[in-house]
């Protein structure tokens, strides 16, 4: 063969290598399936309009990326590359380890750009942006809105998991009050539920988690991240403590707190669905399984110490004090309407026993 020859092939070489590294690597999938081991049943949420049926309907704008630190799947998110931000993020939370969150680099996913393959990477260039993701540089100049992990690194068992979230394909713009407060009671409030009541059927622990966003119409950072209106969560597991399945979720608005003492309230999975559901097309967050809609686990609550669960109604003194905004404040008006005719019907009776 001649060096010409030679020459002539290189392409094809190159095609076929990179067609077969696509099939060792991959991280940005073809569909939810190839990354479904995170899902509850292997069944992502049904977004309408978005990902109906396992099937992305869009599949310009929704990329699934199965997020891969150190050669292993950690977790799956479905990236939106045009708000540039997750859509959400799903994983499976079997227990945690205490300690501060790593220090480390933000990763980008370089497949999202092009089809250079290589994996989920520290870029060499922090000043870079992106045309179909979020970089360093658009977040780093704000203190109003933080990177708010979608799956928490503190929801994750080992430290190599822990530091796959540190990808910014997994955070959202998130007002800085917000992501350090309310959300992050919430996140503390669940984790502990988890670990307290979350076991499968050999005794793990073992709890499944959907966390999303909700691009805002039209607010970003940087003229180029979409500023999310709303952020969302939502948990299932069987709880072989309760001998039953239990779920929450909650939400809230991406907005600093008003109040040190803000809770986000803990809703039904069906409460969810409504918030989240089109006009004519239905949002599950856990398709086809037993994960029940009507109920939460505020019962647990009381026996959750130093986990930041909202304080419940079982807790008079603390919705009567007014600094907590949680419960919600009609429940509030019942209850001190409630005290007030008692204290008042015995005011009534001692004078009538005078
Ligand atoms: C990145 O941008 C910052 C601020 O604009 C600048 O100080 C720095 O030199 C830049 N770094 C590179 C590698 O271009
Ligand atoms: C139970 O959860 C553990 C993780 O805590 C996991 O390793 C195991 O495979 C799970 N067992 C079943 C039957 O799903
Ligand atoms: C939001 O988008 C609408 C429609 O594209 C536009 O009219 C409006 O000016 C935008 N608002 C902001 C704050 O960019
Ligand atoms: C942060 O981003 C928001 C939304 O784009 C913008 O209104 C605000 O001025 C920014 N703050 C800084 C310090 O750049």
New binding site residues.
Partial sequence: MTSQQAWCFLPITALLLSLLSVHTFAEVVKSMSDCDHFLLHQTPPHIPGILEDGKILNQNQYKPICQTYKNKRRFVTLYDVRNKIPLFSAFRFVGSIPGKRPKTFWKVEPQLESKTLQKNMVPRDKNKTYNYQAGDIDYR?????DRGHIFPSSYALTTSDKLSTFTLTNIVPQAESFNKGSWNKMERCTKCVMEKYCSNSSGGTEGFVVTGAQPSLN????NRVN?PSTLWSAFCCYSATAKKWIASSHWGDNVQDESKNKYLETKTLEDLHHRLKMSNSEFIVFPGTQCPLQTTVTEFYPEMINCHCPPTTSDPLFSLSGSIAYPPSHLTFIFTLFIYSYHHCLICLARQID
Avoid: E, V
């Fill in positions: 100049f704000n203190g109003t809105f607010s970003t950072l940087n500023i």
